[in-house]
């Protein structure tokens, strides 16, 4: 599975974007998908939103809770970031990520628990 990240770009403060992720291979399906963020360049990557495999479950920062939606489309091998009402803190560049096992938050959250990452978009928010 290569996740390959689409969709961001330059938005005023409470705009909104949506962010796309593309995943080749056939076990797409078998892998829950997330999605996390860099503010800045030395900064670790920050959790944002990750859905389980067959999307029942979606797991949320705190940050994201309420602007932020993560879908899946297992039939076209696709896991998008709905963000709206988008802040100046939001800017960063977003990276999708698949991982293979991850059953709770915790697990979810961690960025060293994914198996696969893409190379990021860039989203800004101006003010």
């Known amino acids: 599975v290569q996740p390959v990240e689409s969709g961001g770009g330059l938005v005023q403060a409470g705009g909104s974007l949506r962010l796309s992720c593309s995943a080749s291979?056939?076990?797409?399906?078998?892998?829950?998908m997330g999605w996390f963020r860099r503010q800045a360049p030395g900064k670790e990557r920050e959790f944002v939103a990750?859905?389980?495999?067959?999307?029942?479950?979606?797991y949320y920062a705190d940050f994201v809770k309420g602007r932020f939606t993560i879908s899946r489309d297992n039939a076209n091998n696709r896991a998008d970031l709905q963000m709206n009402s988008l802040k100046p803190n939001d800017t960063a560049v977003y990276y999708c990520?698949?991982?293979?096992?991850?059953?709770?938050?915790?697990?979810?959250?961690?960025?060293?628990?994914?198996?696969?990452w893409g190379q990021g978009t860039q989203v800004t928010v101006s003010s």
């Open positions: 990520a698949a991982n293979y096992y991850c059953s709770d938050y915790a697990c979810f959250a961690q960025a060293s628990e994914y198996q696969y």
């Open positions: 990750a859905i389980n495999w067959s999307g029942g479950n979606t």
């Open positions: 291979g056939r076990a797409f399906a078998s892998y829950a």
